[in-house]
């Protein structure tokens, strides 16, 4: 290991100031597969759709409509 590294390069991770937090939910099988199916076609894990997905719906403040 080195006794210094040059990070005058290095870029900010525009990742670094999002907190995520673990949780658990029950989503239907078919929600569920829906987005698995989502995952093999564009090679974007599942549980990152699902996240985007909401994180359109915060960022649109869409309410939900229960029909």
Do not use: W
């Amino acid at each position: 290991m080195r006794d210094e590294y040059d990070f005058s390069d290095a870029r900010e991770n525009p990742y670094a100031k999002r907190e995520r937090r673990q949780v658990t939910m029950n989503i239907d099988v078919e929600t569920l597969e829906y987005f698995k199916r989502e995952a093999a076609v564009t090679g974007v894990p599942y549980q990152t759709l699902i996240n985007m997905y909401l994180a359109q719906c915060v960022e649109k403040k869409l309410h939900a409509a229960f029909v």
